[in-house]
């Protein structure tokens, strides 16, 4: 896309003359406002302004003229083929802005069935084959419907970790543990890496390392923070690190570890944060839920919140002993309780925590159960229209 002039005055200074039979001539110089301007915007600019628009403006674009619904479903129809071609019917997803307290529905009917999403960075949802033996990973692009299958990984697995970051010039990827040693066991052994980036530095899958010993990876999740990817070890409960430059996995002590309930980990503003329930019946101390965060040293960790009773006494009734999956993005934590719907909301930087709103499309026909027993699982995804890094990843996967 062709870069613009950056010693352009700005703001833009127009005069437009009107004329008319039952008027004087008139001078008008708000080009901004101006419908003669923005009627005719050249199809460039157009898909500039587009690909920039936040989440909520992208939506309520649709509304502003028959141009600009047709420009937004035309950037939806521009797709580019991979998987199997088995695609799914009726395959949603729901995006939360916590903002504006407002939730969007998402396709994903591309995205071939036998695929589960497990990962999402730079506005690219990582989608898993669920059937055992070398792992194929699709980056798919919900807003354009954009899609692209990375290579298969190397090793036989059954439900591995995935970790995901991506930024405009590269995509880094590390699939870790559930190696598949027969056709009827697993073993956290070893980690595989994917790597590309624009300088021209590739991996694919050649990178490898062994994990810590004895460690067990249950949640099949992993946070990126600065280069290094975490990942909750259970049993009994610590964090394991994997140092992407250094090709090395370390073990950090988690805080309070004995009495913790369902930990799970979020990034959040470039830090780790650590989100548990505790609970032991001969604390001293009542039962909440909490929030650590992960000093700049790499082993100390430093409470940052912690719930309210009254609210943890309503949360606990609510979440009923299921457990919970913490998910973080920005100054915001949201806590989905498994096996429901319900979660609730954590502004960091306003010390805020509030019950979100029901999704509106789990009551809809073609939802699952027609919305009743559903169940919602979160990923941090941050809405992008533009992802330079398919143009990229095409070249050495096409």
């Known amino acids: 896309m062709d870069a613009f002039n950056t010693s352009m005055p700005l703001p833009f200074s127009y005069t437009f ?8 001539t008139s001078t008008h110089t708000n080009p901004w406002m101006d419908v003669r301007v923005w009627s005719k915007l050249p199809e460039r600019l157009l898909d500039r302004v587009i690909a920039f628009l936040p989440p909520p403006a992208f939506f309520r674009a649709r509304s502003v003229c028959k141009r600009w619904t047709l420009k937004t479903y035309i950037c939806r129809a521009n797709t580019s083929s991979g998987g199997n071609g088995d695609n799914r019917t009726n395959c949603e997803g729901y995006l939360f802005d916590p903002c504006d307290a ?3 529905r998402l396709s994903f009917n591309l995205v071939p069935s036998g695929f589960y999403p497990a990962s999402s960075s730079g506005g690219l949802v990582c989608w898993v084959s669920d059937e055992a033996g070398a792992k194929n990973l699709i980056l798919f692009n919900p807003l354009v419907d954009s899609l692209i299958q990375l290579p298969p990984t190397l090793r036989p697995r059954l439900f591995p970790s995935i970790g995901l970051t991506v930024s405009p010039t590269s995509v880094d990827v590390t699939v870790a543990g559930d190696d598949l040693i027969s056709p009827y066991a697993v073993k956290n052994l070893s980690t595989e890496s994917f790597h590309i980036d624009a300088g021209g530095f ?7 390392s062994s994990l810590p010993r004895l460690c067990s990876l249950e949640s099949g999740r992993m946070v990126h923070v600065d280069g290094k990817f975490y ?3 259970y049993n009994p409960f610590s964090v394991l690190a994997y140092d992407m430059a250094e090709n090395k996995w370390f073990k ?3 805080p ?3 009495f913790l309930r369902s930990p799970g980990l979020v990034e959040s503003r ?8 505790v609970e032991k019946s001969k604390l001293n101390v009542p039962k909440s839920l909490r929030l650590w965060g992960l000093q700049d040293c790499g082993t100390t960790w430093v409470e940052i919140e912690r719930m309210p009773l009254q609210l943890y006494m309503q949360f606990a009734e609510v979440e009923g002993g299921n457990g919970f999956d913490p998910v973080g993005h920005g100054e915001f934590i949201v806590i989905m309780i498994r096996g429901s719907d319900k979660g609730l909301l954590f502004d960091i930087c306003r010390k805020r925590w509030r019950w979100i709103p029901a999704c509106p499309y789990l009551g809809s026909s073609g939802c699952a159960n027609n919305g009743e027993d559903a169940e919602l699982r979160g990923l941090a995804y941050e809405p992008r229209l533009a992802t330079p890094v398919i143009s990229l990843l095409s ?4």
């Not at 590739?202 to 490898?208: E, L, Q």
């Not at 070249?395 to 096409?398: D, E, K, L, Q, V």
Request: aromatic fraction near 12%.
């Open 270 to 277: 470039g830090k780790l944060i650590l989100v548990a329930a």
């Open 202 to 208: 590739y991996s694919i899958w050649g990178t490898t």
């Open 102 to 104: 407002a939730w969007y």
């Open 395 to 398: 070249c050495f996967t096409g």
């Open 252 to 254: 950090i002590q988690a």
């Open 17 to 24: 003359t009107l004329t008319s039979s039952s008027c004087n």
């Open 231 to 233: 990942c909750m070890n």
């Open 256 to 258: 309070m570890r004995r």
